[in-house]
């Protein structure tokens, strides 16, 4: 077959060019043996963008409630938003506190939706049904609270960053600035921190800080100034830590399978990484090289998006289909990334699509509904959802 009609045969398709059909066959055909990438039909749909009080209102992470709905954290205009799924219309509730900076957020045993307040030294519960709010004081590193005196104000040094509802019902979230993880029971609404070992400078990590459930009966968190992850057990208390082989990784993101294994984003590295809590064994998926990079620009200028070429993954997960889902993205607006990727846990294999939006820094992934994952997008102010092929 002649070059050209060979190119026109790899790279074209009946009805015109696809997004990043060129890039896909590119990256396969110089990465053999390795995570080749690929792209199919558009199966990314923005919504949005999110009313806001603020120009950028820092989309990041999505929830879903037991009424239908989404809700939305806007962490630079300290708001969060409900998205009616069905309607697709968003309505705003603001913090309490101006200027909260609210952080990840997670549905406890009773369908009220939790967040921390990193410069409030809070956590915020919310009422699904009307959006009404009420703070709880970290009874740790206060150092102001101008509430008595009938003013808004109150902030610290705990800066938690995250919280997830753990296998005990309890309410477990990231105390960066202490070193620690902290603990809510939701009953009784006691707090309890526990001191990560070893655990140095956790204010540098505090606002990457990621606490999801755990293997068995754990929380797993990040420690990405340390290069490692933890589990902590609900019920023993014991932590267990793993270093990560390539050094200074920075794993931002982290999520347990449905299997156990712990499933981890080196964003500084340029891999992803499986964790098996049994034995510690890790298992690295370089995603750099010379097909994964060109492959990433030609997607983005063929597909009509651009972003950061550099596989940089941020928040992961596993998606209802077994596969492992992670944003191509360094976690914050400075990473400027515009790709979703799946990889296939059995063969090693990673697909990417591009956003609609360029450069829109897709922050954080909730996997919950089934045949879809969505995740905020924070220099566009939407919300998007990729459904699965």
């Known amino acids: 077959m002649p070059l050209m009609e060979k190119f026109k045969h790899t790279f074209w398709y009946p009805g015109g060019w696809t997004g990043g059909a060129m890039a896909v066959a590119l990256a396969a055909a110089l990465m ?17 963008p999110v009313p806001s009080s603020t120009v950028l209102g820092g989309v990041c992470e999505i929830e879903f409630d037991n009424h239908g709905n989404a809700w939305v954290e806007q962490y630079l205009s300290s708001q969060v938003a409900r998205f009616d799924l069905t309607t697709h219309q968003f309505t705003n509730f603001s913090t309490p506190m101006p200027l909260s900076v609210p952080g990840g957020m997670d549905i406890d045993k009773d369908g009220y939706l939790w967040m921390p307040q990193v410069t409030g030294n ?8 009307d959006g009404s709010m009420q703070e709880f004081s970290l009874p740790w590193a206060n150092a102001l609270d101008t509430r008595p005196l009938g ?7 705990g800066l938690s960053n995250d919280i997830t509802r753990g296998p ?27 001191q990560v ?10 606002l990457f800080g990621i606490i999801k459930p755990g293997p068995g ?24 830590q793993y270093t990560l082989p ?57 597909g009509g998006s651009l972003g950061n070429p550099l596989p940089m993954p941020g928040p992961i997960a596993e998606g209802s289909d077994g596969n492992i889902y992670f944003l191509v993205s360094f976690p914050a607006a400075v990473g400027l990334g515009n790709q979703v990727a799946r990889l296939n846990p059995g063969t090693g294999e990673v697909k990417m699509w591009s956003t609609p939006s360029s450069f829109s820094s897709p922050c954080d992934l909730n996997p919950h509904r ?3 994952v969505w995740f905020g997008e924070l220099t566009t102010n939407k919300i998007a959802r990729l459904q699965f092929d």
Do not use: C
């Open 168 to 194: 005990d019902d309890a309410m477990w979230f990231t105390l960066g600035g202490l070193n620690s993880i902290g603990r809510l029971d939701t009953t009784t609404l006691q707090m309890t921190k526990y």
């Open 122 to 129: 809070s956590l915020l519960r919310i009422d699904t049904a």
């Open 197 to 206: 070992p070893g655990e140095i400078l956790g204010q540098v990590g505090a």
């Open 246 to 302: 390539t050094l200074a990784s920075f794993p931002v993101g982290v999520r347990t399978a449905s299997n156990g294994m712990i499933w981890v984003s080196e964003s500084a590295g340029m891999k992803v990484a499986r964790i098996n809590p049994v034995n510690g064994q890790i298992k690295e998926y370089p995603l750099l090289g010379l097909g994964g990079l060109l492959g990433g620009v030609l997607g983005g200028l063929l």
């Open 32 to 48: 053999p043996g390795s995570a080749a990438m690929a792209a199919g039909s558009p199966q990314i749909t923005e919504f949005g």
């Open 151 to 157: 003013l808004p104000l109150h902030s610290g040094l």
């Open 370 to 372: 089934p045949g879809e």
């Open 217 to 240: 009966r754990s929380v797993v968190f990040d420690l990405p100034q340390m290069n490692r992850v933890a589990t902590l057990d609900v019920d023993t208390k014991q932590f267990k």
